[in-house]
C-alpha cells in the first residue's frame, strides 16, 4: 500500500540541538498532519496543515507544507529530553477520506 | 470527555481464536478508522467508517471485519487470528464536514497490544 517516505529513520541528538525531519510522497496531498507517539500511548497532533507553503508553528517546533503539495518537514529547536519520542508525518490525498502515514522518525536525546 | 476508548489494553490469542477489539468515541466524529502499528512500518490502514452503516476497506483489510451501527462505536473483529496479526491496533476518529473536503485531524486511542500465539 501507498505509505510515505520519512527521514531520517531515527536521530540522536545532543540537548539543546535543533532536529529536521522531512516526509515526501508521490502523491498530492491537501493535509499535512505532524505526531508525536510515545511509549504505550496513541500517536498525539502537534501540528496541522492545510495550504500548500503554509508554515505553523507550535512552540519550539515549526512545520511546513511543501509548495508542491508533495512534502512536508518538521523542525524542532533547542532540544529537550521530553523531546525522545517517534514522530509521525500523515498526510491526506485529495479527494479520499484515508489519512497515510510515515514510517517514523525515532528521536532520542541526550542529556 | 474521554475522547477515544479503546478495550482492552492488551490481548493474548491462540491461532484460530476470534476476538472482537472495541473502539468509542464520545465527540460525536463522523469519521473513525482503524490502524495497525508494526516496526519499521508506521501506521497501516485496515478499514475506515464516513458514517454510521457506512465502512470501507483500507491498505491491511483482510482477516479483520468491521460494521459501524451507531456513530460513537466501530469495532474491529478478528474471525480467526493468526501470528502475522500480532501487532498494536489503534482507533481513531475525526470530525469531517459534510458540505466540504475538510478533514480534522485524527483523534487516537491509547490502543491495544495483541499477541497471537
Known amino acids: 500500500g501507498q505509505q510515505l517516505n520519512q527521514s531520517p529513520q531515527s536521530m540522536f541528538i545532543q540537548e539543546g540541538e535543533d532536529v529536521s525531519m522531512n516526509c515526501t510522497s508521490s502523491?498530492?496531498?491537501?493535509?499535512w498532519l505532524w505526531y508525536k507517539q510515545e511509549p504505550g500511548e496513541g500517536p498525539v497532533l502537534l501540528i496541522a496543515l492545510y495550504k500548500a507553503g503554509e508554515l505553523t508553528s507550535n512552540g519550539r517546533l515549526t512545520a511546513q507544507f511543501g509548495i508542491t503539495r508533495k512534502d512536508s518537514f518538521l523542525n524542532i529547536s533547542a532540544s529537550i529530553p521530553s523531546d525522545v519520542g517517534i514522530y509521525f508525518c500523515a498526510g491526506l490525498s485529495v479527494g479520499t477520506y484515508k489519512y497515510i502515514f510515515g514510517t517514523g522518525t525515532r528521536l532520542k536525546v541526550l542529556a | 470527555n474521554a475522547g477515544v476508548t479503546q478495550t482492552p489494553k492488551f490481548q493474548v490469542l491462540k491461532t484460530g481464536q476470534s476476538m472482537t477489539l472495541q473502539c468509542a468515541q464520545d465527540m460525536n466524529h463522523e469519521y473513525m478508522s482503524w490502524y495497525r502499528q508494526d516496526p519499521g512500518m508506521g501506521l497501516r490502514l485496515i478499514h475506515y467508517s464516513v458514517g454510521a452503516g457506512i465502512t470501507d476497506q483500507g491498505e491491511v483489510p483482510n482477516g479483520y471485519n468491521v460494521s459501524r451501527s451507531t456513530t460513537e462505536d466501530f469495532p474491529l473483529r478478528l474471525l480467526s487470528a493468526a501470528p502475522s496479526q500480532t501487532s498494536v491496533y489503534f482507533c481513531?476518529?475525526?470530525?469531517?464536514?459534510?458540505?466540504?473536503?475538510?478533514?480534522?485531524?485524527?483523534?487516537f486511542g491509547n490502543g491495544t497490544r495483541l499477541t497471537v500465539t
Open positions: 502523491s498530492i496531498f491537501n493535509t
Open positions: 481513531a476518529s475525526s470530525y469531517r464536514t459534510p458540505s466540504s473536503s475538510y478533514n480534522s485531524p485524527l483523534h
